[in-house]
């Protein structure tokens, strides 16, 4: 049952020290950290499960005459074996196992490696400490436990007589509360800005709610389901509610527990999986044109050289400039308050409040979109691009100005949208665009004169199209330009490389965590079946049927493994709108894409959950009858 | 009105590969009149549990007959041997085989809420029960809560509850102390008084002097029969040990 987590391990570590590309390599690094950890909560709650079975039988060798020291040393002995093979199993499983899902990454983040394989020594050490680590300390736990109990304890085990769970009103108010604030959270949040930082209160809040509604939420409702008499008093209401209040006592923490893990497992696939499936999407997003240039300090006549030395790069490089666009600019960082921008950082509260600037000359806009708009003294234009609405009266450093028309949509720059930041872009009279831009950060920033922007979709090869970005940059420097460019096709090959890595860490870790609760949700189960035989044995003595206890059985069992399931779903539910603005700092602006992303992800999930539930529901009536 | 009649029956455990074969009973016949209360006595794995186990139904004898109230209960269907068991047999245990996760109350509609009554009807019926095994302020607590005696009341309140035809009791008194056991031993000669059938399996010989009948169980077989007729419970007891004592010793199979 351990072998599965360690070849993962194992051969997560031999990719970590092979693949390139140091983004990836950091993903990956994560990655086995966190199937690390989880390996060892993991083990310890395996662990738990397996000594609370064997209590009675070290019990018996208590009272048989063995002292606790004997039975030390026999668990020392066990767990020693068990380490050894499992470990040995699991290296081996898991060097073979490496090397195909090596080939698979490099197929996701299509790079072209050469097949270097070999047996990391370093990944293989470092698995054996950690799962030594882990043996010696659930060991010690073990043995900490036969410590504590007492012989007859040990006999009795896990049957002590149980007690009827309490309401906990408090507590469900309190999961109430939390859970509604925090859906709140996550449906109020405009800005992707706000959404980053509110996105973890949110989930905290959450998580919260789900662990107090789980264990005092159910309990509560399964009572007043059973002061309901018509209900409660029906052959198939009668044995699951009054069965359920003790399983929830039980299993509370564990079902939330469950459900936790689903909604991380579901958001992480959906969220990757759409990243990788729309990563063309992305880059249109990120690069509206294949190739652009942005130069600062240029002056009006400049852009004419410039203009001339990118159409003779590209003849160069055997390209054809199509559809280019090119406007001068200026942009800035701005606090934002209401309708009123100061450039003065220092009263800065929090991130979100920043604001991105831009201001365009309007001559360059008309040029640009083919207008031909007038604006008198202290009017301008304004694109909102991605922020709060914002009135017709703006100031800005203290100068007010008449918004004449808000413009639906502008083509512009597509590193606006890498920016994690709102962005405004207005549009001044030619003059003006100097004038609006504060003093202090012209020093700062060394800014002499607007900045100029070029940006064209290419027609060639796509290695020219790489060289020519980078043959561009160069030139304009060497003429004496602070020139930087950047284009579509370059950016590729680090956007799978990212986006890539992502998306096969989040199938590895998906599949992982998909396994352990479905592994969970198995063991628990049976250890029910095993309580659960007395109960069932009586009721057919009474006279239930053996029809009835399957019915009665399926119930219950479908009870507890879609509990978590539909939970998880409802808080996918409420996260999407957060979790699109999310995507949308990285571009990703699809959301049909992620919609069907999400559905497809839970579809698969829940379709692995039914089978488990099905072999479940067959082993524990197997058990009980 | 004969209410059971068991015929030759016989039972053999077969070990799991077939190869040790165990008679548990060998060729057990015997009948209960309505309204009698029939003790069967005998050591322990003279067979005594796995007879009261065929006549509740739980298990099938590898021959003979069971008939309740003319009807072999032995060709029943699977299907509806649950529902038989529900409508026409109340079973007290020795161990009570209260469900834990029930109230008391909720222990003893356990079979009526089987059988899909409403509850206005089950509460109707539980009141006078429950008044006469005065259980009646207990009804709220939980199995743990409450002691050896109370559990077994009721236990019995479960039996009784359907208006069975019959009540098996497997030795009910093994795990109560003697002033639950005479307790519960004078509910059973009361509810036999008002006309309930009761068969009872024990060994304890106290338990068996309360019953109008005594049958003794030896190797399989039915070794011997008291009638208890006009004696009082201390010359049944007497007699019942004089019978133990004869078993005891090796009166061997001279009937």
């Known amino acids: ?625 | 009105m004969t209410i059971l009649e068991v015929n030759n029956v016989k039972k053999v455990y077969t070990t799991r590969f077939g190869g040790n074969h165990v008679q548990a009973l060998s060729d057990v016949s015997f009948s209960v009149e309505e309204g009698e209360y029939v003790a069967i006595m005998g050591e322990s794995g003279s067979g005594k549990t796995t007879l009261l186990n065929i006549v509740a139904s739980l298990d099938k004898p590898t021959s003979g007959e069971v008939l309740l109230s003319g009807k072999s209960i032995v060709s029943i269907k699977d299907k509806e041997i649950s529902a038989f068991r529900r409508n026409n047999l109340g079973f007290v245990f020795q161990d009570f085989n209260l469900l834990d996760t029930f109230s008391l109350q909720d222990n003893i509609f356990l079979p009526l809420v089987l059988s899909g009554k409403s509850y206005r009807e089950m509460d109707s019926m539980l009141k006078p029960i429950s008044t006469k095994l005065r259980i009646t302020d207990i009804l709220d607590k939980f199995p743990y809560e409450v002691s050896g005696g109370q559990k077994q009341r009721a236990a019995v309140a479960r039996a009784l509850i359907t208006n069975p035809k019959l009540v098996l009791a497997d030795e009910p008194t093994g795990a109560l102390d003697s002033r639950a056991s005479d307790d519960l031993l004078k509910i059973f000669s009361d509810i036999n008084d008002e006309g309930q059938t009761i068969l009872m399996v024990t060994h304890s010989t106290k338990a068996a002097s309360h019953a109008k009948r005594v049958l003794f169980i030896k190797d399989g077989m039915v070794f011997h029969q008291l009638n208890k007729g006009s004696m009082t419970n201390e010359e049944m007891y007497q007699k019942i040990s004089d019978t133990l004592n004869i078993i005891a010793t090796g009166g061997g199979r001279n009937e």
């Open chain 1, 1 to 625: 049952m351990m072998f599965y987590i360690m070849y993962f391990i194992a051969d997560n570590d031999g990719l970590n020290n092979m693949s390139g590309g140091p983004q990836l390599r950091t993903l990956l690094t994560m990655g086995t950290f966190i199937i690390g950890m989880f390996s060892v909560i993991f083990l310890f709650y395996t662990n738990s499960f397996l000594i609370k079975r064997r209590k009675k039988e070290f019990g018996l060798f208590n009272i048989l005459g063995m002292e606790k020291k004997h039975i030390s040393k026999v668990m020392l002995w066990e767990s020693f074996f068990t380490a050894v093979i499992s470990l040995v199993a699991g290296l081996l499983s898991g060097i073979i196992i490496s090397k195909l899902m090596f080939l698979l990454l490099l197929n996701i983040v299509q790079f072209d490696v050469t097949l270097n394989y070999l047996v990391s020594m370093q990944s293989l050490i470092g698995t054996t400490i950690l799962f030594i680590a882990i043996f010696v300390l659930t060991l010690l736990n073990n043995l900490r436990h036969i410590h504590l109990a007492k012989p007859i304890e040990l006999l009795k085990g896990g049957q002590v007589g149980e007690k009827e769970p309490k309401t906990k009103w408090i507590l469900v108010i309190v999961g109430i509360i939390t859970l509604s604030i925090g859906y709140y959270i996550a449906l109020v949040t405009e800005s992707p800005l706000a959404a980053m930082s509110k996105f973890f209160t949110a989930v905290l809040l959450v998580i919260i709610g789900t662990y107090a509604l789980f264990i005092a939420g159910t309990i509560a409702l399964l009572k007043l389901l059973r002061k309901n008499k018509k209900f409660y008093y029906q052959t198939k209401h009668f044995i699951g509610v009054s069965g359920m209040i003790y399983r929830m006592k039980q299993n509370a923490v564990g079902l939330s527990n469950i459900c936790i893990l689903s909604t991380a497992v579901l958001v992480m696939l959906s969220t990757t999986v759409s990243l990788y499936i729309g990563m063309e999407d992305l880059l249109k997003n990120r690069f509206p044109k294949e190739i652009a240039v942005t130069v600062d300090n240029v002056s009006a006549e400049q852009t004419n050289t410039i203009e001339s030395i990118i159409k003779d790069e590209a003849k160069k490089h055997d390209i054809t400039i199509k559809d280019a666009l090119f406007y001068r600019y200026l942009s800035f960082p701005v606090v934002q308050k209401g309708s009123s921008f100061i450039a003065d950082r220092s009263s800065l509260n929090t991130p979100a409040d920043l604001t991105m600037i831009t201001l365009i000359p309007l001559n360059d806009y008309n040029q640009m979109e083919k207008r031909s708009v007038t604006l008198n003294e202290g009017e301008v234009l304004l694109f909102n691009f991605r922020g709060e609405q914002i009135e017709d009266k703006i100031t800005l450093n203290e100068t007010s100005l008449k918004v004449k028309e808000q413009i639906e949509d502008m083509t512009i720059d597509g590193k606006s949208s890498a920016l994690i930041v709102d962005s405004i872009f207005l549009i001044v009279k030619d003059e003006m665009a100097m004038e609006l831009f504060p003093a202090e950060e012209l020093n700062k920033t060394n800014t002499k004169n607007l900045s100029f922007y070029y940006g064209f979709d290419a027609e060639g090869e796509s290695n020219q199209e790489i060289a020519l970005t980078k043959s561009l940059q160069k030139t304009l420097k060497d003429e004496g330009f602070e020139a930087f460019s950047e284009g579509a096709e370059e950016s590729r090959e680090s956007f799978f490389s990212l986006y890539g890595g992502l998306f096969f860490l989040g199938i590895f870790l998906g599949a992982l965590f998909i396994m352990a609760t479905v592994l969970i949700i198995f063991y628990k189960q049976i250890s029910e079946g095993y309580d659960d035989k007395e109960r069932f044995e009586i009721m057919q003595k009474v006279g239930l049927s053996k029809i009835e206890i399957k019915k009665a059985i399926k119930s219950q069992v479908l009870l507890v493994f879609f509990l978590p399931l539909v939970t998880a779903v409802v808080h996918i539910a409420f996260a999407f709108k957060v979790i699109t603005k999310l995507l949308a700092l990285l571009n990703l602006t699809n959301i049909s894409l992620f919609a069907i992303c999400t559905a497809g992800t839970i579809l698969i999930f829940a379709v692995f959950y039914g089978i488990i539930y099905a072999l479940t529901a067959r082993e524990y009536y197997k058990i009980v009858s």
